[in-house]
């Protein structure tokens, strides 16, 4: 019986959390499309692609889309583009329909290309390279999912730019465009207009990433609640999220560096790397966040990493020194005396009276 409330319990927990994630009030659109969604997604697969990352996509953004698991395309659009009629056969051997045959690419915020094995890299239609061209002509960000990074590069579109390619393949990518950059270890790059995925589970966190940019955090907690996915380092995105608020940022760049900002915290990144991968300088990043935060970059992020540290001192037991480090501080001597000067308390002494109350 106890077994049972326990799970009812955790039942109705659930509930509540994505009841109150479907409550929060939207974000500003960074581009609003002419549906009115918030985010809208074309997708080109190419044969032989992996049935995990198309459906690993599309369940972030279904999940993101609707109250609850109605999955309608409401706040999040995607569809997959193609030859009109033509299937194309993923690496498991299940075929996909195209939905739409090639449509104005100005409706979607990306065109995502899901890559297939490599063998099959030139086994397309035409008009696949030149709607891809044609959205790099138009502005528009283009995404490579798995060996997607190999379709942009071989289509041309990846000159100036990294690709973040599977270890797997990171000797097939050197060889087939030695005079391009390439990084591996990584679940996704953010390169300007060119975004790179390895593939696998890593596509939720990117999915999450472009959802939390342009719907909001707390669409992004209702994916990673969803989907059950554990965030690196321990915390879940669900968690940081409570540590550190909703926050709604008008202005796109300094919400983009904003959760560049949340997902770097251990090793805390350069301002000037920040305004690289968003598209901007430094001074006109500097400019908007003082308009938005009344605060500079470095001063902001310090505060991001104070306030998380504080959050985990009263909600877990980690140790001190832990949680330092997990919020870049890189000794816990440099943590207390910046954590002292932010709260006018030490570390140890804001945790004392939670202890004391726990020993008696």
Known sequence: MRVADDANRASRSAQQLVERLDASPRTVQVRPGRSGAELSVGILLWPRFPMLSLGGLCDALRHAADRGDQSRQLRC?????????????ASCGIPVQAQSTFPDVAQFDYLVVIGGLLPYLDHVDRRYWDYLKQAAASGIPLVGICTGSFVLARAGLMDNHVACVHSFHLDDYRRMFPTLRVATHADYLIDGARITCAGGISVVEMATRLISLHCGPDRASKVIHQMTVSR?????????????????????????????????????????????????????????????????????????????????????????????????????????????????????????????????
């Open 77 to 89: 659009l995607w569809t997959i583009v193609g030859a009109q009629g033509e299937s194309i056969e």
């Open 232 to 360: 690196q380092g321990g915390s879940s995105f669900v968690e940081r999220r409570a540590a550190l608020g909703y926050l709604s940022v008008e202005d796109a760049a300094v919400r983009h560096a904003v959760l560049l900002m949340e997902e770097n915290f251990e090793a805390p990144l350069n301002i000037a790397v920040i305004a690289k991968m968003i598209g901007t300088s430094v001074r006109n990043l500097e400019r908007s966040f003082m308009a938005e935060m009344n605060a500079s970059p470095n001063e902001f992020y310090r505060r991001m990493r104070l306030r998380y540290a504080r959050w985990m001192l009263v909600n877990t037991s980690r140790k001190i020194t832990d949680i330092g480090y997990e919020c870049g501080f890189a000794d816990a001597a440099h943590f207390i005396r910046v954590f002292r000067e932010a709260y006018g308390v030490t570390p140890g002494k804001l945790r004392a009276p939670r202890s004391t109350s726990a020993a008696a």
